[in-house]
């Protein structure tokens, strides 16, 4: 059975930092991009980052870049996002998902995945 299931969420005060796991199951790990994306209330779903199933290249929306850094360890079958300089605008449920390798690294389209969304709020 294939599982994504992310972590590491919660709540974190403004100009604080987060680091999301996604740890995947049932799945050839390597063989897939994982994507991270986001969505508010009220808001469409953002795409926030790609990495590269066995190379490790990563892509970045420009909501993400310079504060997100998007990692994985593929011996732990987890992919990582560390999330700096929050402010209250990155409140919203973050997911990760998985598209196969051939079908190349998007911030969008089609994967064929999808973990379940964990909340991360930014307050004071």
């Known amino acids: 059975q294939v599982q994504l299931v992310e972590s590491g969420g919660g709540l974190v005060q403004p100009g604080g930092s987060l680091r999301l796991s996604c740890a995947a199951s049932?799945?050839?790990?390597?063989?897939?991009?994982i994507g991270w994306f986001r969505q508010a209330p009220g808001r469409e779903r953002e795409g926030i980052s790609c990495?590269?199933?066995?190379?490790?290249?990563?892509r970045y929306s420009d909501l993400a870049k310079g504060r997100f850094t998007v990692s994985r360890d593929n011996a732990k079958n987890t992919v990582y996002l560390q999330m700096n300089s929050l402010t209250p605008e990155d409140t919203a449920v973050y997911f990760c998902?998985?598209?196969?390798?051939?079908?190349?690294?998007?911030?969008?389209?089609?994967?064929?995945?999808w973990g379940p969304g964990i909340q991360v709020t930014v307050s004071s």
């Open positions: 049932g799945i050839a790990f390597e063989s897939y991009h």
């Open positions: 998902a998985a598209r196969a390798r051939t079908f190349g690294c998007a911030l969008g389209g089609v994967y064929d995945y």
């Open positions: 990495i590269n199933g066995r190379l490790g290249l990563t």
